[in-house]
């Protein structure tokens, strides 16, 4: 440790040197997008579905001018108690914070008929 204190400028110029000599050998990011496409989530993660929904919402509605979000909430296993009260109260906190620019929020905790649409069946 001492030796590190001793000769401070040196591991401060290895450090730059390391910095330096990784920054070089960095691929063109460019070129790797051309070649190899641009990178996406892959199929079945939350984020996906999520996408598919907003796409298949602004297909019927005709709403594709609008910006909307849609939030989900995700569990490997069967979401809890727990985490169903903490996303529904995300949810009305959401709504409630009208200085976000929030003018309407689609919910199955507002309209249980939309629990068949927004809830999965097997609860994750």
């Given at each position: 440790?001492?030796?590190?204190?001793?000769?401070?400028?040196?591991?401060?110029?290895?450090?730059?040197?390391a910095v330096?000599?990784?920054f070089m050998?960095?691929?063109?990011?460019?070129?790797?997008?051309?070649?190899?496409?641009?990178?996406?989530?892959?199929?079945?993660?939350?984020?996906?579905?999520?996408?598919?929904?907003?796409?298949?919402?602004?297909?019927?509605?005709?709403?594709?001018?609008?910006?909307?979000?849609?939030?989900?909430?995700?569990?490997?296993?069967?979401?809890?108690?727990?985490?169903?009260?903490?996303?529904?109260?995300?949810?009305?906190?959401l709504e409630?914070?009208?200085?976000?620019?929030?003018?309407?929020?689609?919910?199955?905790?507002?309209?249980?008929?939309?629990?068949?649409?927004?809830?999965?069946?097997?609860?994750?």
């Amino acid at each position: 440790m001492s030796g590190i204190i001793k000769h401070k400028w040196l591991v401060i110029i290895a450090w730059i040197l390391a910095v330096a000599g990784l920054f070089m050998a960095a691929p063109n990011m460019a070129d790797l997008v051309r070649e190899k496409g641009q990178i996406t989530v892959p199929e079945g993660y939350s984020s996906q579905l999520a996408t598919q929904i907003m796409k298949d919402v602004q297909s019927q509605d005709g709403s594709e001018d609008k910006g909307q979000a849609a939030l989900v909430f995700h569990n490997e296993k069967k979401l809890t108690e727990a985490e169903i009260k903490e996303a529904e109260k995300a949810v009305r906190s959401l709504e409630q914070n009208k200085e976000l620019g929030v003018t309407e929020v689609l919910t199955h905790f507002n309209d249980e008929s939309l629990k068949d649409q927004l809830v999965s069946e097997d609860g994750k």
